[in-house]
Nanobody, 125 residues
């Protein structure tokens, strides 16, 4: 089972990026998925999550700027990031929670048992 994250890069403050995560080896259409990020010297934090029932969660730092979505037919989850700030600079990881069904969204890192390799997002001021 693999989660392949892509779409990171270097962008100026105020710009946008769209991260994508493609799953292979099994389907996660019935499971919750999320995007975490980890900045240098900081703990990994949940940015956004989406249930299989399309409930969503956003960290306060992401509300109004980021949008998480999923395409179950393609087994993908995406994170549209607008109005990026230098403090959004981090490695972004997609993750899947195999115990999260229907409308459940987990905010607990250890419940995410499948992880992608991470994609670097750098926002310059």
């Amino acid at each position: 089972v693999q989660l392949q994250a892509s779409g990171g890069g270097l962008v100026q403050a105020g710009g946008s990026l769209r991260l994508s995560c493609a799953a292979s080896g099994r389907t996660f259409s019935r499971n919750g998925m999320g995007w975490y990020r980890q900045a240098p010297g900081k703990e990994r934090e949940l940015v956004a999550a989406i249930s299989s029932g399309t409930n969503t969660y956003y960290a306060d730092s992401a509300k109004g700027r980021f949008t998480i979505s999923r395409d179950n037919a393609k087994n993908t989850v995406s994170l549209q990031m607008n109005s990026l700030k230098p403090e959004d600079t981090a490695v972004y990881y997609c993750a899947a929670c195999s115990s999260c069904f229907l409308y459940k969204i987990s905010r607990v890192q250890y419940e995410y048992d499948y992880w992608g390799q991470g994609t670097q997002v750098t926002v310059s001021s």
